[in-house]
Each structure stands twice: as structure tokens, then as C-alpha cells.
């Protein structure tokens, strides 16, 4: 069975301060993970994938095997990051996307 | 690019009648769509997947009969929500993938629906 768990429902920084959102899974396969970001009044998005390995708009992470982690990290939040973050896995064979319960990151002045 | 629309966005019924969703990829096509729920401070939850051509695979607990989806080209799926109960009042959301990034969905607005 596929699961994620996202253990912070809220997280509240400053800006300018680093910011971690954690993600862990369970999955017998291997697993393709992802992070989504919902902006306020906005529809779902992709913000990364792990298997491209890429940053974007800042925010960075790494698929950790042995932790089974896939923390969301950026060195410098801004006010704009301020929105819904979710962290979803797929099975290698059928696409399917099992999210997590997302965490609420608000950055603040 | 990979834009998904979804029609209507918003739609209150009276108890008993059916509804219809209409998810559409507007410039490419859509391999596999899925329908989720979401309800109000909780996570998505995937109902159905949709393959063009070919029979919705639902997941467990998900009433087929009462979920009816119909994927009839690479660019529209429809969710019908029949006779529809309160407990049916939800945020309904599609996504689409296509066949570049396959592993990728892209979403759509999202449809609220409200049963009286």
C-alpha cells in the first residue's frame, strides 16, 4: 500500500528563514515522489519531482531511500511561498498519485 | 502548455438529481485522466481512474454506479454524479496526463458541488 505522511499541518516562518517541510512514505516499490503546491484560490500545481532533480523557485529536495524522506527545503522563504503544500508519491507502473494531508506554510513579514 | 479546464465550477442541486462534470485537456492529450474529492481542510483523494476508450478503474469504497465517469476522447472525461445526497457535497478535481512527462498530472480548477 502507498502512503505519505505529512506530520506538520501548519508551519509558520519568517522571512528570510530557512524553511523545511517534511515528507515521509511507505511504498514496497520504488517510488516516484513529488511535491504540489495549491496558492491561495489557485488550482493544484507541480512543483518539483524528484527524479529531475532540478530547483525551482528556490525549493529543493531529496529522496532519501534509507529515511524514506522527501523533505521540502528552501534557504530563504519568501511571502510569496505562502500556500498549501502537498507531498505525493506514485507507484512505478500506474500513475496513480497518493497525496498527503499537505502542510500550511505561511511566511511572514 | 498542459492547461485542464473543468465545467462548471461551481453548481447546487436539490437532493435526487444528477450532475455532470465535464474535464477536458485544452492543448494536448490526455492519456489518463483521474478524478479526486476533496473535502473542506483534507487532503485529495483519488476516486477514479480513466482511461480513454476504455472502463473507469475505481478505487475501493468508490460506488460506480453512483460515480459514473465516461472518458470519450484524449481531450474529455465526465464525472455524473448520480442522484446526488448532501453527503455528496464536495470538491470534485480532475487531472490529465499526458504522454510527455507521463509520470506528471496536471490539474484542474476544481468543481464544487452543493446538494440540498
Known amino acids: 500500500a502507498q502512503r505519505v505522511t505529512q506530520p506538520e499541518k501548519l508551519l509558520s516562518v519568517f522571512k528570510g528563514a530557512p524553511v523545511e517541510l517534511k515528507c515521509n512514505y511507505s511504498?514496497?516499490?520504488?517510488?516516484?515522489l513529488f511535491w504540489y503546491v495549491q496558492y491561495s484560490r489557485q488550482r493544484l500545481q507541480l512543483l518539483l519531482r524528484?527524479?529531475s532533480r532540478e530547483s525551482i523557485k528556490g525549493f529543493t529536495a531529496d529522496l532519501n531511500k534509507g529515511e524514506t524522506s522527501f523533505h521540502l527545503k528552501k534557504p530563504f522563504a519568501q511571502e510569496e511561498d505562502s500556500a498549501m503544500y502537498y507531498c505525493?508519491?506514485?507507484?512505478?507502473?500506474?500513475?496513480?498519485?497518493?497525496f498527503g494531508k499537505g502542510t500550511l506554510l505561511t511566511v511572514n513579514p | 502548455g498542459a492547461v485542464v479546464s473543468q465545467h462548471p465550477s461551481r453548481v447546487i442541486c436539490k437532493s435526487g438529481t444528477s450532475v455532470k462534470i465535464e474535464c477536458r485537456s485544452l492543448?494536448?492529450?490526455?492519456?489518463?485522466m483521474f478524478w479526486y474529492r476533496q473535502f473542506p481542510k483534507q487532503s485529495l483523494m483519488l476516486m477514479a481512474t480513466?482511461?480513454?476508450?476504455?472502463?473507469?478503474?475505481?478505487e475501493q469504497g468508490v460506488e460506480k454506479d453512483k460515480f459514473l465517469i465516461n472518458h470519450a476522447s484524449l481531450t474529455l472525461s465526465t464525472l455524473t454524479v448520480a442522484s446526488a445526497h448532501p453527503e455528496d457535497s464536495s470538491f470534485y478535481i480532475c487531472?490529465?496526463?499526458?504522454?510527455?512527462?507521463?509520470?506528471?498530472?496536471?490539474f484542474g480548477p476544481g468543481t464544487r458541488l452543493t446538494v440540498l
Open positions: 480513466s482511461n480513454e476508450g476504455s472502463k473507469a478503474t475505481y
Open positions: 524528484h527524479i
Open positions: 511504498y514496497s516499490g520504488s517510488p516516484e
Open positions: 505525493a508519491l506514485s507507484g512505478s507502473s500506474n500513475y496513480k498519485l497518493t
Open positions: 487531472s490529465a496526463r499526458g504522454s510527455i512527462w507521463a509520470d506528471t498530472q496536471y
Open positions: 492543448d494536448f492529450q490526455a492519456t489518463t
